[in-house]
Each structure stands twice: as structure tokens, then as C-alpha cells.
């Protein structure tokens, strides 16, 4: 693997505050740009949310990042998934590798280490064709379309829903 996936710590705030200030360009036409954001990150982190960075092994720089917002536990055990690349890493396949390794992690029983959830969501503003190849190249499903879902860059804006369960997914294979 080119990646691996951990928990950001405090530690991280000056790494994470460069590759997201170097990033801003990109991040910012889907998601909030908050270099210093951090700390209030790793102050979140509990039961409803998880935060993964993405650490490239051969040398240390910030791949990417996903929060698995909104965990609900008892009979939905679901999660919705949120990423962004950092440069100069985008676009070579290791963000792809960092999410199999969280969606892994997110349907693995909680008793070996995982989140235990059964149902995952990908929301994608309907243009942000990269994010949707992402959630395609995971194996999700679209399920539907969500008219004024969240709130971003000054608005409501509609959302195409995707999903994936633990019984569709067929566990970390082999890179292509
Ligand atoms: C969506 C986003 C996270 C994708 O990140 P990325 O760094 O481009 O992802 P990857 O490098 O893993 O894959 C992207 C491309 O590299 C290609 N690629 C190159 N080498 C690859 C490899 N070894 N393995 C897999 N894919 C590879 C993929 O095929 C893919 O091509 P495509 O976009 O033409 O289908 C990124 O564009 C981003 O941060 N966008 C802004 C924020 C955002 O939209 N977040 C999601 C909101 S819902």
C-alpha cells in the first residue's frame, strides 16, 4: 500500500493547515477550506464522528482526509463519508486507496478494532464529477437524489446519494 489511514492528533496541525491552504483551490469549489481546523477536529472526534488522515508511506506528506460524519449506532449502525485530497498527491489513485482501507475499517466488527457499521453514504453535489467517479470506484449505488441537503458555499444545495452495506462490499482487494 502507498497509504495508510490514522487518527489525526494534535501533533498534525501544522502538516494539515499547509496541505489544506495548498489544496484550497480544489477543496473549495465542494467543501469549507479550514486550514486551522484541526484542533477543533481532534475535539470532535466520539462516537457520532471519526476522522482518518491519509499518510503517504514513502514519505510522510498528507494524502487526503475522511470524516465519518453523522455515526448512528443501534439498528442503523450508518456513517456518511467525507474526503478531500491534498496536493500534489491528487489524482494518482492514493485517495482511492485511503478510502478502501476507511470503508474497511468502517464495516469491520467493532470487537477487532473497526467502527462496526453496517450502511455507509456518499453525498455528491450533482457536478462534482470527481467525487462521484469516487464513490463509483468504491462500489457504491446510487440510491436517489436529495433536493437542498446541505449547506454550502452560501446555499442549499441538492445532493445524488450513494450507499454501500457491509454485505456489498467485498473487503480490501488488491490494487489495480
Ligand atoms: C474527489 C477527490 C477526493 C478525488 O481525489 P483524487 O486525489 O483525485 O483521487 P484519486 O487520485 O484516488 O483518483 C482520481 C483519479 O486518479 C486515477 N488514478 C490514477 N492512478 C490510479 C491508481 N493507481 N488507482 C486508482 N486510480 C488511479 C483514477 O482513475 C481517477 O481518475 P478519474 O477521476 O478520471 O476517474 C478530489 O477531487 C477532491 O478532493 N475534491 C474536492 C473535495 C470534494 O469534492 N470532496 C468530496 C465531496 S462529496
Redesign the pocket.
Known amino acids: 500500500m502507498r497509504v495508510e489511514i490514522r487518527a489525526p492528533r494534535l501533533s498534525d496541525a501544522t502538516l494539515y493547515a499547509a496541505a489544506v491552504r495548498r ?1 484550497a483551490e ?2 473549495g ?3 469549507p477550506v479550514e486550514p486551522d481546523g484541526l484542533v477543533d477536529l481532534v475535539r470532535r472526534q466520539g462516537e457520532s464522528l471519526r476522522t482518518f488522515l491519509f499518510v503517504n508511506t514513502e514519505d510522510g506528506g498528507l ?2 482526509s475522511c470524516n465519518v460524519a453523522n455515526i448512528v449506532k443501534g439498528r442503523f449502525c450508518n456513517g456518511s463519508l ?5 496536493l500534489p ?11 478502501r482501507l476507511v470503508v474497511d475499517r468502517c464495516f469491520t466488527p467493532e470487537s477487532i478494532g473497526g467502527l462496526g457499521l453496517h450502511r455507509l453514504e ?4 450533482p457536478e ?4 462521484i ?3 463509483k ?1 468504491l462500489g457504491f449505488r446510487h440510491e436517489g437524489y436529495t433536493p437542498r441537503m446541505l449547506y454550502l458555499q452560501g446555499g442549499w444545495r441538492d ?1 445524488e446519494r450513494f450507499a454501500l452495506t457491509a454485505e456489498e462490499w467485498p473487503g480490501l482487494q488488491p ?2
Open positions: 489544496s480544489h477543496v469549489r465542494w467543501n494524502v487526503g467525507g474526503y478531500n485530497s491534498y498527491y491528487n489524482g494518482t489513485g492514493r485517495m482511492t486507496e485511503g478510502m456518499i453525498n455528491v453535489q462534482n464529477h470527481p467525487s467517479g469516487m464513490a470506484r445532493h490494487n489495480p
